[in-house]
């Protein structure tokens, strides 16, 4: 069985940073493509960051050039370094990922940490 679990969130105020982490574990799987999302009260989930299982790397409009997302394929993990926080980021960051475990790929998320940014 294939898990997603992310770490790091928490308070910080604007203008902070906060490095968010999140690790795949289980065993005989590959991991395709790597994201992360959020989803604030009363909004969509919409895509933070991520790599494709193409290699390319795609930001969302308001965190480009704030936040960094990398990936540790060796250790099956990804980042996301959060700098200059904004209120308007706060919300449930989850993982996302791609993962192809024989016969067939399917996607998995994580459970999801919280990021609260105060003004």
């Known amino acids: 069985q294939v898990q997603l679990v992310e770490s790091g969130g928490g308070l910080v105020q604007a203008g902070g940073s906060l490095r968010l982490s999140c690790v795949a574990s289980?065993?005989?799987?590959?991991?395709?493509?790597m994201a992360w999302y959020r989803q604030a009260p009363g909004k969509q989930r919409e895509l933070v960051a991520g790599?494709?299982?193409?290699?390319?790397?795609n930001y969302a409009d308001s965190v480009k050039g704030r936040f960094t997302f990398s990936r540790d394929n060796a250790k099956k993990m990804a980042y996301l370094q959060m700098n200059s926080l904004k209120p308007d980021d706060s919300g449930v960051y989850y993982c996302?990922?791609?993962?192809?475990?024989?016969?067939?790929?399917?996607?998995?998320w994580g459970q999801g940490t919280q990021v609260t940014v105060s003004s």
């Open positions: 289980g065993t005989g799987f590959s991991i395709r493509a």
């Open positions: 996302y990922a791609e993962i192809y475990r024989w016969p067939a790929s399917r996607d998995y």
């Open positions: 790599i494709t299982s193409g290699g390319d790397t």
